[in-house]
């Protein structure tokens, strides 16, 4: 159970004292990674959720490890996004100067900026194969954990290696998000660390279990519980603490985009879930859980109608995972109505779409930046010859965004709406609707200039993105898809 | 006021003094220095709740302290790496643009 977490942090070493070998080490690294995930997943399909005591040491001394359903899917999520978008990043960058073929051509442009851009991708910084496995290694620790300070110090790990992997584009907009990023971070982490703090000097126990056994209302649980739901609520950027979001996201490397918004804010996402549905249950109060819906409701329309403004792509798809942590958190308010209903299953259900969908949309804006050289969507008419899969991979991705019938997307809402309509969250509904129609409105925007509008005049693009950057995006897609195909699985193991 | 109680009140003085600085401050590095204030402000909350728990010194507490101390100082050298970096590219300022 710990081999998640030790394999990704040993292949980080070993790329980082390997640098020659770093992208082939990254990439077996996440298949073996995404090999034990799905053992684990069969383990638990067949004989049931398990826990492991770290070094043998039992609870309140030792750290206890807890493998169940929700946390296996995660797992599985994670390994998948992790190998196509690291399959993706080898191609994405230029391969070391003694492997160059000739299909490869041309000066290094950087991912983003508008300008003619020749084939080839920017060399990878040195430190971006072990940076990016301590993200995996991080968000598995996430969905393992069972330990409320071990938590403190994955979502740290999984912070300080996403701040660092956004401020490897090395430009201005790149490092200024990263530092908002870092600061956003850093204090949300204090805010949960805090609250943490007076969880323990109440009831003197760290480990869930224990805790939510010991847990009552009263003064401290009062001010603790909100101080933890606050940390984790900015680091999954729910509105209006989502500031930090659309920069970072929008200026990093293609594959990281891919990574941060498709997994690295369901971290924190899955520790509320497991403290708000675990020992927190009985202690929150419904205003909370009603204030994080409604807060989420916002985020869907703010984020959405930002979206339709951007004039960049990379940036609408930011704005639109902004949107879509909205519906994530009317989970929180329809289940505290009804814990056993579908809420729960609906919003997890979401977010294993929702992470497949948007890194894929993510991994086929940064191969349409490099077929054409920018991500104006108003300029985005040669995008079917410039990145012709990836173009179809985004479509695929959007119809699970936008909630279509027979995608991931589609199942999870509909899920949720059933709980807001046997809750009687009316007004939840109406924002599941809402949102749906404006995912629908930007998504169709960009399609529109994709696949129907006339090329621009002398619109031939300047190349095409590699293949090995087209397929994995399209991959993802599918899989985003399938989701909804296919739920009999996941559902098994949801609660 | 017992020992615990002050330390863990001036702790939560500390954090709120460390997030006032955050987000009143403009520059990168003096958000960076308010964010520690804040740290040194759970910390004294964690070292009080030890005593509070068991009336004697708690090693679970200050076992965390360490750590966190650790992830921390990751944390800080990070920032100042950044600020460093942002102060080298745009050489003029290292100026916390605030807009969006």
């Known amino acids: 159970m710990t081999w998640p977490v030790i394999l990704p942090l040993a292949g980080a070493l070993l790329a980082y004292v390997f640098p020659r070998h770093a992208a082939r080490v990254t990439v077996g690294t996440a298949a073996a990674t995404l090999a034990i995930d799905v053992g684990l997943a069969r383990a638990v399909f067949f004989s049931g959720p398990a826990e492991h005591r770290l070094g043998g040491w039992t609870p309140p001394l030792g750290i206890r490890l807890q493998l169940d359903g929700p946390g296996v899917l995660f797992l599985l999520l994670t390994g998948v996004v992790f190998l196509a978008a690291s399959v993706y990043a080898t191609r994405f960058f230029a391969p070391p100067a003694d492997r160059r073929s000739g299909r490869e051509r041309g000066p290094a442009p950087r991912d983003g900026p508008p300008g003619p851009g020749p084939l080839r991708g920017p060399p990878a910084p040195a430190a971006f194969w072990p940076l990016w496995l301590f993200v995996l290694a991080a968000l598995d620790g996430l969905f393992l954990t069972a330990d409320l300070f071990n938590m403190y110090v994955a979502l740290e790990l999984l ?107 369901k971290g924190p996402f899955f520790l509320l879930f497991r403290l708000m549905l675990g020992p927190f249950s009985g202690v929150v109060p419904g205003s909370v859980t009603t204030t994080l819906g409604v807060l989420g409701l916002l985020g869907i329309a703010w984020g959405s109608v930002r979206a339709l403004q951007q004039p960049r792509l990379k940036l609408l798809i930011a704005y639109s995972t902004v949107a879509q942590i909205g519906y994530l958190f009317l989970m929180f308010s329809l289940a505290a109505a009804d814990p056993s209903g579908p809420a729960v299953r609906g919003g997890l259900f979401y977010a294993l779409s929702h992470g497949c969908a948007k890194a894929a949309m993510f991994l086929a804006a940064g191969a349409i930046v490099r077929g054409l050289g920018h991500d104006r969507i108003a300029d985005l008419g040669a995008a079917g010859r410039g990145a012709p899969l990836a173009t179809v991979g985004f479509a695929l991705a959007g119809v699970g965004v936008m909630g279509f019938p027979a995608s991931g997307g589609f199942v999870g809402k509909w899920l949720l709406g059933e709980s807001a309509v046997q809750t009687g969250q009316w007004w939840a509904l109406v924002g599941l609707i809402a949102g749906g129609l404006l995912a629908a409105a930007y998504i169709f925007r960009v399609l529109r200039q994709a696949f129907v509008a006339a090329p621009e005049a002398g619109g031939l693009p300047p190349g095409r993105a590699p293949r090995g950057m087209e397929w994995p995006t399209l991959a993802l897609a599918a899989i985003s898809v399938l989701l909804g195909l296919a739920t009999a699985l996941p559902m098994a193991l949801l609660p | ?43 004294l909350t964690f070292i009080a709740s030890g005593t509070r728990v068991s009336g004697t010194p708690d090693p679970v507490a200050q076992a965390i302290v360490l750590t966190g101390i650790v992830v921390t100082l990751g944390g800080t050298a990070l920032g100042l790496a950044l600020i460093r970096r942002i102060r080298a590219l745009t050489r003029d300022s290292d100026r916390y643009d605030g807009a969006e």
């Open chain 1, 159 to 265: 912070t300080l290696a996403a701040v660092a992997l956004v401020a490897l584009t090395n430009d201005g907009p790149g490092v200024q998000a990263a530092i908002r990023y870092l600061l956003a971070g850093l204090v949300a982490s204090l805010f949960f660390l805090l609250g943490v703090s007076l969880l323990y000097s109440e009831y003197g126990v760290l480990d869930l279990a224990a805790l939510g056994s010991a847990i009552t209302p009263g003064r401290v649980t009062a001010v603790a519980v909100p101080l933890v739901i606050v940390g984790l609520a900015v680091k999954t950027a729910l509105f209006p603490f989502h500031f930090w979001l659309p920069p970072a996201h929008g200026s990093a490397f293609a594959p990281v985009s891919a990574v941060l918004s498709g997994l690295v804010v």
């Open chain 2, 1 to 43: 006021m017992s020992e615990a109680a002050l330390y863990g009140t001036l702790g939560v003085l500390l954090f709120s003094l460390g997030l006032y600085g955050v987000i009143a401050r403009r520059l990168a590095l003096r958000k960076l220095i308010a964010v520690n204030v804040m740290i040194s402000g759970v910390f």
